[in-house]
């Protein structure tokens, strides 16, 4: 017996084969490309996504020598939109999160929606998310629309190659802005206020239920037997919470990956009034979450190392880590504001640009390396503050990404954020959280307490420096200040 779980990244798909005591029997995994048509413009080939999934599978599931898969689950990036046509194909290339071509849009949906309705939705809307995207395709793309019979988010997508089911779950759905996070449904509110074409939105399941069984077309090109179990699945942000076992209040994640993200569970869909931060549906029916988002985590630092011309250079992180570690904390006064491509929380202004402020003739390569590190953190503990401000800041926090796999990134997150920084030492946890709630849909567990106990324990503390605290604690008041002094010279 086994559970395979598909990761739909932004980078790469992920696979992975479990077994029932999670212990991983196979893994897999393929790349695909971001496409750039126009400046501002993010889009992925749906059909790219299928063929990197069939890769991974049929990798994962040969290195498990495994075939008996019991049940499958799926996990993706969230907010994106694949509109879908009557003979179930992509109708045209996803529009993915960090798109930003939907930024008129967004300001025309808080006009329209009003605060209220908007905290129903647990969010203010942001370009790249489905609603702003469905917005700028009713407007500048309506035949498009006219034409398709759904409107599929990308984990969705994939399922729907897999089981020819049109469906979505309350996770991914509550990240769309036009969902009701406290009833788990649609907003009709929101969706009859903008006028959207509510037939494009598809059916809502729990994260656990049964969406559908693999085709016989599916299962003879992934090397798998017909009629496994597929469950509805869920945000990759919340398959990776369920696989560490973040499930219930008091623990949170922070990762940095290409963005950053700080995670934190709730008993019930607590929403910031000022709508600073998203709450979003957790896998099990009776969660949420709260999340913040910075869109230019890692990517910064990628476009530094790209900017040094090292982007051929495997070992161009760890080069730039080492010259970081030799800087003192602060970088010598120098800050940096990570609002490469705009910023989510907790400003939500899509046009937000990024800085380097107090650069002097002394500042080298490794004095921005540590500033870009500094700054991206520094963002989100603006985050951490308002979550501390709803009482729901979490007292631990698991360090995940690729980002906090540098020691000297994660010292400086422990520092800043002045909170105890555990070490996974399951290492990615996105797609076996995903086989997890499959193997809830399938039976094979009877509830997610029954899988806590699956969760990888802590190989690693970082405990904050209190020397360090206290220097960071001065440079982040003066890194507070300088969004709203810039954003007047706009």
Known sequence: MALLGIDLGTSSVKAVVIDENGAVLGSGMHEYSILTPRVGWAEQEPEAWWRATVIAVQEATTKADERRISAIGIDGQMHGLVPINALLEAAAPAIIWADQRSSGEVTFMRDQVGDDLLRQAGTLPAAGFYAATMLWMMRHQPDLLEQSVACLLPKDYIRLRLTEQIATDASDASATALFDVQTRRWSTD?????????HLLPAVLESGQIAGTLTPAAAAILNLTP?????????????????NGLIDPGRGSITIGTGGQLFAPLASPNTDAQLRLHTFCHAPADRW??????LSAGLSLRWFRNLLGEASNPDAYQYLAQLADEVP???????????????????MDASAQGALVGLTLR???????RAIMEGVVFGLRQVLDVMDGLTAAPRTLLASGNGLASPVWRQIAADILNRPLSLSSGGERA??????????GAGIYKDYAEILSMAPVAGLTIEPNPEH????DEGYARYQQLYPLLKTLR
């Open 227 to 243: 009629d496994i179990p597929v469950v509805a699945g869920c945000a990759d942000q919340v398959a990776q919470a369920v696989g």
């Open 363 to 369: 500042h080298e390569r490794g004095h921005i390396t």
């Open 431 to 440: 797609g076996i959280g995903a086989a997890l709630i499959a193997g809830i």
């Open 329 to 347: 904390p602060g970088a010598d006064g120098l800050l940096f504001l990570p609002y490469l491509v705009g910023e989510r929380a907790p400003i």
């Open 289 to 294: 979450y709260l999340l913040g988002a910075t």
């Open 469 to 472: 605290v206290g220097r960071y």
């Open 190 to 198: 929101i969706v009859r206020t903008l006028q959207l074409p509510a």
